[in-house]
């Protein structure tokens, strides 16, 4: 079981480069989220996707755009990588979305440094 | 605002001992509660999903309780062992319930 798959695992970025964090499961989940965790900061939202069709804004979405390519896809775009996106990014799914997040299941991480 | 607190940060204790990990809330209005495992490295695991209609979830050696109206849950882990070294983190779901709040979690070693 394959769950959820992100690539890559490591990236190093310059300053200014942009990046695709790609995200799929396989698990005919209808919801999923990307997250990013910081030392001291813990696990914070960048954006969800509540069902197909439809995406809205985590609680750090400020240098991030997403597209839910498909019920099975999510990708994470930087467009113009800064130092301060530095962090692990984390794909998760839930098989739904009622009043909120059901169960989540996380990929395994992408390790991403910006010089 | 949802804020979530887990005491402590970090737990060592021999193998074998029964310990209890601490997740407490400041927005009692939940609908869930959840538990997660991560080990060095890796991402998230789910370990226990509470109802709020439930007070307590049972998988395995693990016991998680859930009271909404102190703001509080326990995560009981009987008998540990050293593959249970982690950090261990719940999560509940903010006000809006458009997302979920994490704790910084809570380290536990558990020396053979």
């Known amino acids: 079981n394959a769950g959820v798959t992100q690539t890559p695992k490591f990236q190093v970025l310059k300053t200014g480069q942009s990046m695709t964090l790609q995200c799929a499961q396989d698990?005919?989940?209808?919801?999923m989220y990307w997250y990013r965790q910081d030392p001291g900061m813990g696990l914070r939202l960048i954006y969800y996707s509540a069902s197909e069709g439809t995406t809205d804004k985590g609680e750090v979405p400020n240098g991030y755009n997403v597209s839910r390519l498909n019920k099975r896809e999510f990708s994470l775009r930087l467009e113009s990588a800064a130092p301060s996106q530095t962090s692990v990014y984390f794909c998760?799914?839930?098989?739904?979305?009622?009043?909120?997040?059901?169960?989540?299941?996380f990929g395994e991480g992408s390790r991403l440094t910006v010089l | 605002k949802q804020e979530v607190t887990q005491i402590p940060a970090a737990l060592s204790v021999p193998e074998g001992e029964n310990l209890v990990l601490n997740c407490s809330f400041t927005d009692s209005a939940i609908y869930n509660l959840q538990w997660f495992r991560q080990d060095p490295g890796k991402g998230l695991t789910s370990l226990l999903l509470?109802?709020?209609?439930?007070r307590e979830q049972t998988s395995g050696r693990l016991n998680a309780s859930l009271d909404k109206s102190s703001g509080r849950s326990t995560l009981y882990i009987a008998a540990s062992q050293p593959g249970d070294s982690a950090t261990y983190l719940c999560?509940?779901?903010?006000?809006?319930?458009?997302?979920?709040?994490f704790g910084s979690g809570t380290q536990l070693t558990v020396l053979p």
């Open positions: 998760a799914s839930s098989e739904k979305w009622v009043a909120g997040p059901g169960e989540l299941f």
């Open positions: 509470i109802q709020s209609s439930q």
């Open positions: 698990m005919n989940h209808n919801s």
């Open positions: 999560a509940v779901p903010s006000g809006s319930a458009r997302q979920l709040t």
